[in-house]
């Protein structure tokens, strides 16, 4: 089955740097890979996700590569503000056969002011 | 439109009993998944339900079932409770055509198992 696995476990960046959290996976055939941020007490919310037909989406301070060869890809968050201090979760997903959601191990992401 | 909820929020049960956990998903989402989340585990996928059906299931346990009724609404059920049961329990809906799409979580029920 999938395995997904997530680097680093936790980052600490000065506010208005940049952060960038990476994952790997090993099923070929996934082809949706959608990012999640969990604030304490709450479910994951979706930040942005990206399909494999494409090699890089971008969304305000959020921007999602993808590497289909290397079976990578990454969140890029520029100008971090405090409020962007969460756990971080990368997940993928193949469409054939066992169709769920295979979560890395997440980035715990603190924003020093 | 609202989201996903689920109730309820939190539970405490003792080992051996069972528990119903409830899950209402988006409106016009039909697909509702469940996962398990420990800081030991992560995130697991327990299993997910389409049109009253389960479609795909996770390595759980048969004490770990679901099930789904015709207004898409989804409920979970743990049978003879153990300690490593206590978790978040999340669920999320989505609104596929032929396979899952983006799914959209709830806030959770933290269950304490004592």
């Known amino acids: 089955g999938e395995n997904v696995e997530q680097h680093p476990s936790t980052l600490s960046v000065q506010e208005g740097d940049s952060a960038v959290i990476k994952c790997t996976y090993s099923?070929?055939?996934?082809?949706?890979f959608p990012w999640y941020k969990q604030e304490l007490g709450k479910g994951p919310q979706l930040i942005i996700d990206?399909?494999?037909?494409?090699g890089e989406k971008k969304d305000q301070r959020i921007a999602v590569t993808l590497n289909k060869t290397a079976k990578h890809f990454s969140l890029h968050i520029t100008e971090t503000q405090p409020e962007d201090s969460a756990v971080y979760f990368c997940?993928?997903?193949?469409?054939?056969?066992?169709?769920?959601?295979?979560f890395g191990t997440g980035t715990r992401l603190t924003i020093i002011p | 439109k609202a989201g996903v909820t689920q109730t309820p929020r939190y539970l405490i049960k003792t080992r051996g009993q069972q528990v119903t956990l409830s899950c209402s998903p988006i409106?016009?989402?039909?697909?509702v998944s469940w996962y398990q989340q420990t800081p030991g585990q992560g995130l697991q996928f327990l299993f997910e339900?389409?049109?009253?059906?389960?479609?795909n299931k996770g390595n759980f346990p048969g004490r770990f079932s679901g099930r789904q009724f015709s207004n898409s609404r989804s409920e979970m059920n743990v049978s003879t409770l153990e300690l490593g049961d206590s978790a978040l329990y999340l669920c999320?809906?989505?609104?596929?055509?032929?396979?899952?799409?983006?799914?959209?979580f709830g806030p959770g029920t933290r269950l304490t198992v004592l």
């Open positions: 099923d070929s055939a996934s082809n949706y």
């Open positions: 999320a809906s989505s609104s596929p055509t032929t396979f899952t799409d983006t799914q959209y």
């Open positions: 409106s016009g989402h039909r697909s």
């Open positions: 339900y389409f049109s009253e059906t389960q479609r």
């Open positions: 990206i399909r494999s037909n494409v």
């Open positions: 997940a993928a997903l193949s469409n054939f056969g066992n169709e769920k959601l295979t």
